[in-house]
C-alpha cells in the first residue's frame, strides 16, 4: 500500500510540473525578439513559422481565438533605457501613424490576461505630422492617456492588423518619465 501511494504522489507531482512546463512554454516560445533592436518582442502568428503552434496555444490557453496571420502582435515590459515598465512611473511612447486598417496599444498587468487600458487607431489623436504621443501614467494626462492598474509592473502590447504591404513599420519608442 505505501508503494502505491508513492507511486501516485509522484506520477501526480509529474503531472503538474508538465502541465506548468507546457503553460510555460505557451508564453515564451512563440515570442522573438525584433530584428531592429528597439526593446520590442514579436509572438510569431504566421502559418509558415515553426513556432506558430506555440504562439496560437497561448491564446487558446487564455480562452481566446487568435487573430488572422495579417496581424501582427508586439510586447515589450521594459523601456528605451531597459527600465521594467511600473505603474508608480510615467511613460511616454512616441511613434509613427500607422496606415494600418485596426492597431491599438494597451497596458497589461503580468498577473491579468486581460488588457487594463486600451487606445485603438479609432480613439488615438495623432499630431499634424500623423505621430502618435500617447502617456502611460496613474493620473489623467491631457491628449492619449493609458492608465496601467496599479504601481505594480506592466507589459505594452501593440497590436497590428493588416499594415499595407509597401509601408515600413517602425515600432514606438517608449521613455521613461517621473516616477
Same mark, same amino acid.
Given at each position: 500500500?505505501?508503494? @502505491? *501511494?508513492?507511486?501516485?504522489?509522484?506520477?501526480?507531482? #509529474?503531472?503538474?510540473?508538465?502541465?506548468?512546463?507546457? &503553460?510555460?512554454?505557451?508564453?515564451?516560445?512563440? %515570442?522573438?525578439?525584433?530584428?531592429?533592436?528597439?526593446?520590442?518582442?514579436?509572438?510569431?502568428?504566421?502559418?509558415?513559422?515553426?513556432?506558430?503552434?506555440?504562439?496560437?496555444?497561448? @491564446?487558446?490557453?487564455? #480562452?481566446?481565438?487568435?487573430?488572422?496571420?495579417?496581424?501582427?502582435?508586439?510586447?515589450?515590459? &521594459?523601456?528605451?533605457?531597459?527600465?521594467?515598465?511600473?505603474?508608480?512611473? *510615467?511613460? %511616454?511612447?512616441?511613434?509613427?501613424?500607422?496606415?494600418?486598417?485596426?492597431?491599438?496599444?494597451?497596458?497589461?498587468? @503580468?498577473?491579468? +490576461?486581460?488588457? =487594463?487600458?486600451?487606445?485603438?487607431?479609432?480613439?488615438?489623436?495623432?499630431?499634424?505630422?500623423? =505621430?502618435?504621443?500617447?502617456?502611460?501614467?496613474?493620473?489623467?494626462?491631457?491628449?492619449?492617456?493609458? =492608465?496601467?492598474?496599479?504601481?505594480? +509592473?506592466?507589459?505594452?502590447?501593440? %497590436?497590428?492588423?493588416?499594415?499595407?504591404?509597401?509601408?515600413?513599420? %517602425?515600432?514606438?519608442?517608449?521613455?521613461? #518619465?517621473?516616477?
Amino acid at each position: 500500500m505505501r508503494i @502505491f *501511494n508513492s507511486s501516485t504522489i509522484f506520477i501526480f507531482l #509529474g503531472l503538474l510540473l508538465g502541465f506548468g512546463s507546457a &503553460l510555460q512554454s505557451l508564453e515564451t516560445m512563440g %515570442v522573438q525578439p525584433v530584428a531592429d533592436e528597439s526593446g520590442w518582442n514579436e509572438w510569431r502568428l504566421s502559418v509558415d513559422d515553426r513556432l506558430q503552434p506555440y504562439a496560437m496555444g497561448h @491564446f487558446l490557453a487564455a #480562452g481566446s481565438l487568435p487573430a488572422p496571420v495579417s496581424t501582427h502582435f508586439y510586447i515589450r515590459d &521594459l523601456d528605451d533605457d531597459g527600465n521594467p515598465l511600473r505603474g508608480d512611473c *510615467n511613460f %511616454v511612447v512616441d511613434g509613427p501613424g500607422l496606415s494600418a486598417r485596426w492597431w491599438s496599444l494597451s497596458v497589461r498587468n @503580468f498577473e491579468s +490576461t486581460k488588457p =487594463q487600458a486600451v487606445l485603438s487607431a479609432g480613439r488615438a489623436v495623432l499630431d499634424s505630422n500623423k =505621430q502618435l504621443h500617447a502617456t502611460i501614467a496613474l493620473h489623467p494626462t491631457p491628449g492619449n492617456w493609458l =492608465q496601467p492598474d496599479g504601481k505594480g +509592473t506592466f507589459t505594452l502590447t501593440y %497590436v497590428i492588423s493588416e499594415l499595407e504591404k509597401s509601408e515600413l513599420l %517602425v515600432l514606438p519608442h517608449v521613455k521613461r #518619465g517621473r516616477c
